[in-house]
């Protein structure tokens, strides 16, 4: 691979391409509408001029750049009206899942009054008696409000409208009218591969018990909704969830398992039977995005073996990147896409080089201690952007639980292959495979009990940076040993900065009114400590929950106030807060409008800052690509003397500090 004797890195175009299109991608998020084609053209013209001038490798950045962000804006639906009664119907398409009182349901081909649904509608079916019984397929018919997903609305809320987007859903239903009509849509093969996942699910429960069960089937198709909380939470909080992702130790695992029984036969066959094998495993785990780029990283490898080439897997990996990005771009913006990707490319970076450090230990243990390891550090970003946390024992869990992951898979799946025919000995297979399950929710729960790290969400920028810096380290590196040390030292530093640097930057006295779904709460932030007033229901909510865990905030003090609001001071200011708006300096502000509002001060001019404004949800209801602002942040700053001049005696004017007028600007 040929490399240009000045350059730090060999030029891998698969890469160069799969870097330009997410960064394309996660532009189109950000800038939309007439704005997004106009910079996709001038992108255009700007690869074929560096093309011209003979760069290598800009070229080809630029260009994907623009196709990356021309592929969101084509991927962006037309959402249908909002409104609190429609008929709505449309096909299952998706198994329906069974919550407390109720079902959500996933409907396809759905129309709206009669007029069609560009994409999926999640309906909720409150059944509190138990009436209805819905299955994939079944063509359903009911009358419900419409309500379109909207972005997060706090520091650390989840944006449900890229969450639903990447599931390919575009509105949320509510049936509360009691009419619901179900009839047989007939059946189809992915309604035969369901109904094979849940059979397979049913018979591993029956071999081995509720949570064991549950656990294996979920780390054989990726199902997870009937694994009890407490044991989804306790992998989670030892940092061993990605287990139940169908992800490369899943495929690796299977796959071995086959070329093991294939062994004598030829390259070419072997990758048939792989890749036929592969397809129908990657329709059985609904086309998970950790199963694909596995299945695709695995035939690559295979491929090239069969074609008496050198398999590189970085370049395997961009291919994966690529083609799953080209079908769904807005699975960049999914937790689990994130970390499948940033784990591999984690242990592809890292890895060799731990191995070294670590040479004096026994081979194995030296090479589980260097993939736990770059595993780890590589998706700290994603799980600090998406969970704000890190579990404190998520290395010594992984080393422990990961080696013990094939006693779980393999035997789960000889049980299934032998529970129609040879019931006996299937749970035989079962009991193997159960006792390791229950080996390793024992490993989740002692590790989940010593807590997590709060990690402060990264920006783009920063996260790019971690991996160059990850990227000096690797042997992709062409530099020498010690330059090497010296950039990777420089750039992780700097990284470290950039990092920690909105969170020192934060004024030392501010307010915060949260938008809550429920009730109403504030947070006062002083040198002394961090004070929480709102309501009880507020309190308890997950957005509070992912609120601290965003700002780091530990052990409040906590202050009921009555339902129908609270007044706070700070500085020169009084803040009354209720459910729906805040009033400060005689000026209103609806917390529906403008989602979460931080308000300090400097010298004697109060500064608002709003998470988001109207233009944040006024999207796509009637024009498609028009008014696609989705991420305006506005800030604003209200001059106390001003404000003093109108509402104040003249004494408590003279003595304030005279600024600028009132002024609002917008960025991005």
Request: with cysteine; charged share 15%.
């Amino acid at each position: 691979m040929n490399a240009d004797k000045n350059a730090f890195f060999y030029g891998r175009p698969l890469l160069i391409a799969a870097v330009g299109m997410g960064l394309g991608i996660a532009l189109g998020r950000v800038l939309l509408g007439p704005a997004a084609y106009w910079l996709a053209g001038v992108l255009v013209l700007a690869a074929l001029g560096t093309k011209c001038i003979h760069a290598r490798r800009l070229p080809l950045l630029l260009f994907m750049l623009a196709i990356g962000l021309l592929r969101l804006q084509l991927a962006y639906p037309v959402l249908p009206r909002p409104t609190d009664f429609c008929e709505l119907s449309g096909r299952i398409v998706r198994t329906p899942v069974r919550q407390e009182n109720s079902w959500r349901v996933v409907l396809g081909d759905a129309t709206q009054n009669g007029y069609s649904i560009d994409g999926h509608v999640l309906l909720t079916l409150p059944d509190s008696d138990g009436n209805l019984s819905p299955h994939y397929g079944q063509l359903l018919k009911t009358a419900a409000a419409l309500s379109l997903p909207r972005g997060a609305r706090n520091d650390g809320g989840l944006d449900l409208r890229f969450y639903y987007f990447s599931q390919g859903i575009v509105c949320t239903a509510f049936s509360g009218s009691g009419f619901v009509s179900l009839q047989d849509g007939g059946a189809d093969l992915y309604g035969m591969l369901l109904e094979l996942r849940d059979w397979s699910t049913a018979a591993l429960i029956d071999m081995m018990g509720q949570e064991n069960g549950t656990l294996a089937a979920g780390m054989l198709h990726g199902e997870t909704y009937q694994v009890p909380d407490s044991v989804l939470a306790d992998f989670r909080d030892s940092g061993i969830a990605h287990l139940l992702a169908v992800s490369g130790l899943h495929v690796s695992l299977l796959a071995g398992a086959l070329l093991f029984l294939l062994r004598r036969r030829g390259c070419k066959l072997q990758f048939a039977v792989v890749a036929i094998f592969l397809l129908f495993y990657c329709a059985f785990t609904a086309f998970a995005a950790s199963t694909v780029r596995a299945s695709i990283m695995a035939l690559c490898l295979l491929l090239a073996r069969a074609l008496w080439r050198r398999s590189d897997p970085l370049s395997s990996l961009s291919l994966a990147f690529l083609l799953i990005l080209a079908i769904s771009p807005f699975a960049l913006f999914s937790a689990g896409f994130q970390l499948s990707f940033t784990a591999v490319l984690g242990i592809l970076l890292l890895h060799p080089a731990l191995c070294s450090a670590f040479k004096r230990l026994p081979r194995p243990l030296g090479d589980s201690f260097a993939l736990s390891i770059s595993a780890s550090a590589a998706t700290l970003p994603a799980a600090a952007a998406n969970f704000n946390r890190l579990p404190m024992l998520a290395v010594a869990a992984n080393l422990l639980v990961v080696p013990l992951a094939a006693l779980a898979i393999l035997p789960a799946c000889i049980a299934l292959l032998l529970y129609p025919l040879l019931p006996a000995f299937s749970r035989i297979a079962a009991a193997v495979s159960g006792t390791t399950l229950t080996l390793m929710r024992a490993v989740a729960s002692a590790a989940a009990g010593l807590g997590v790290l709060t990690l402060a969400a990264p920006s783009l920028g920063v996260g790019l940076l971690y991996f160059l810096s990850l990227a000096f380290l690797s042997p992709f590196c062409l530099a020498d040993k010690y330059k090497k040390y010296l950039l990777f030292s420089v750039s992780a530093v700097l990284c470290l900065l950039l990092w920690i640097y909105p969170v020192l930057s934060r004024p030392a006295s501010h307010v915060t009114v949260l938008d809550m779904p429920q009730g109403y709460a504030a947070h006062i932030h002083t040198p002394q400590g961090d004070t929480l007033i709102g309501t009880a229901e507020a309190f308890n909510s997950g957005t509070m929950e992912a609120y601290l865990a965003a700002n780091g905030v530990n052990s409040p003090d906590i202050v009921l106030g009555s339902e129908d609001g609270a007044t706070i001071t700070l500085g020169s200011a009084q803040f009354f807060v209720s459910q729906s708006a805040v009033e400060v300096l005689g000026a209103r502000y609806e917390t529906a409008k403008n989602g979460q509002m931080r308000f300090h001060f400097t010298g004697d001019a109060l500064h608002i800052r709003a998470f988001a404004d109207e233009k944040r949800y006024a999207i796509l209801i009637e024009e498609a690509r028009e008014g696609m602002d989705l991420e305006d942040i506005w800030i604003t700053t209200v001059s106390l003397s001003s404000y003093a001049q109108e509402v104040y005696p003249d004494s408590i004017c003279s003595t304030a500090k005279k600024s600028s007028s009132s002024k609002a600007r917008f960025h991005n």
